[in-house]
């Protein structure tokens, strides 16, 4: 393919996803297709020969569209968001056509040094403590992960073998495999299975500890936790809280679970995935008080600051530790830069490679300001208030968490029963996506404001799906159907 021919079928998908994009809000936000329905489209082998390109832009839709989830649909109210931009597509196109790695600072400076200043730039957004900072830290600093399951793992991984290090200093005779055998982990129960997985992967104990009446993991619980461990000769080395839990958004208690970590010597990563995102706004910036007592953080840009997937941040207090715990001397990789205050950033992630992701956060910024990324939060939380409204107004129905940013997590007065025949239907009438969850046995319903083009009629005409719905549910228990009672 020739430049001119490129600029030609780039032109023709720019326009097929604009196209996409400002028609979404039509389609059904979940494909009707049943497991397998794709392989009966396509051959069963390769071309032989090169297509025309028109073949293969005629075969989106008619092979990917079917099967396609509509994630930026404003009738899409399902998980958490997942953020999309033009911004941040154009920076995606950028970093796939210079085809640049970054795994060194010598492999691609621009990559590191553009995303040490984005890294700083949202932190400073964030009003992240200094010693998180490149530019104002000598120990800390942030990167672009993959994933907020990446960064639990990282941070796991390092803390565990920052514990079997200094272990193994003092006690040369013990092995890797017996202090593993000692070391203990925590999380909530209501914490994303992401550092529950980081646990498997490291192979070491995990303790899944009950929150309060709030969603919250709370010090006391923590501390009791660690005290169990310490008498039977376990050692406390890793503690994942959560800021924004998946299930209904609720908020670890930070400033009493950070000074036990520390008292305890032991790593406190804080997983903010969702919720991280809104503390750009002044007014909740209050939910990472007692971030200061973290070693590691992360939050993912891609869900909620209108970077497209994938982009999470993390920041780490000591990346000397997060270095030192995956350092490997490659002589092919040596540079003559080598020890100045620049990171090789393969040090800090599970891959050797990594793509030039910090230019969508960048194109984004510059496009969006802080003030414009600020209204996008803003507007997104006044409609979760404005559906919290609508539930509350309805007698028949329970609001089962505080909405405090674009969640609303809510349910049918009544048993269990009830509500999932409600999902059931919803899900059948296909005109919105949910999911529903479920805490200490009750089951209940997720509301998630998630596609940027959400407006408030969007709100409006979910609901009037859920009272249908609804009504239906209730006519049956009272065992009404079609008009006639389930006796005839």
Known sequence: MDAEEFRTRGRQMVDYVADYLETIGSRRPLPDVTPGYLRELIPNTAPDKGENFNNVMADLDRVIMPGLTHWHSPQFHAYFPASNSFPALLGDILSGGLGAIGFTWASNPACTELELVMMDWLGKMLQLPSHFLYSESVTGGGIIQSSSSESALMALLCARTEVIRKLQKHNPDMSKGQVLDKLVAYTSIESHSCIERAAMIGLVTIRVLPSDDHGALRGATLEKAVKEDKAKGNIPFYLGA???????????????LGPICTDNNMWMHIDAAYAGSACICPEFRYILDGIEHA??????????????????????????????????????????????????????????????????????????????????????????????SLVRADSRFEIVAEVVLGLVCFRLKGDNNKNERLNQLIKEDGRIHMTPSKVKDMYFLRFAICATRTQEADVNFAWDIVQAMANKVIAMSNGITNGFTKHG
Request: proline share 3%; net charge positive; glycine share 6%.
């Open 242 to 256: 959560c800021i924004g839990t998946t299930t209904r958004c609720t908020f670890d208690n930070l400033k009493e």
């Open 295 to 388: 070693d590691s953080f992360a939050l993912n840009p891609h869900k909620w600051l209108q970077v497209n997937h994938d982009c999470t941040a993390m920041w780490v207090k000591d990346k000397d530790l997060m270095e030192g715990a995956f350092h490997i001397d490659y002589y092919i990789l040596r540079h003559v830069n080598n020890g100045v205050r620049m990171p090789d950033f393969r040090h800090w992630q599970i891959p050797f490679g990594r793509r030039f992701r910090s230019l969508k956060l960048w194109f984004v910024m510059r496009s969006f300001g802080v003030s414009g990324l600020q209204a996008t939060i803003r507007k997104d939380v006044s409609l979760a208030k404005h559906f919290e």
